[in-house]
């Protein structure tokens, strides 16, 4: 082993395993029928958050589900903790 490798940094098993299921989250709604302006629509809001926050885009969370019948499109912002000076 060299010493390079022991700065090498490899994937944890959690981060594998979130991004393997957000391609099954994608490719579950592309195939139930979800609208297809959902990824321009998450583009879209999320450079108008970030004219504001400087907020990681994974950190965006858009949801398309159903409720009482009508249809309702869920936002979610985790905004990062303020610094003190």
Do not use: C, W
């Amino acid at each position: 082993m060299g010493l390079l490798a022991l700065f090498r940094r490899t994937p944890s098993s959690a981060s594998v395993a979130k991004e393997r299921l957000r391609i099954i989250v994608a490719q579950e709604r592309s195939a139930r029928g979800s609208p297809d302006y959902l990824p321009l629509l998450r583009r879209e809001l999320l450079q108008v958050i970030h004219k504001y926050v400087n907020v990681d885009p994974d950190a965006v969370q858009i949801n398309l589900g159903q409720e009482e019948g009508h249809e309702v499109l869920e936002l979610s912002v985790a905004l990062p903790e303020k610094t003190r000076a």
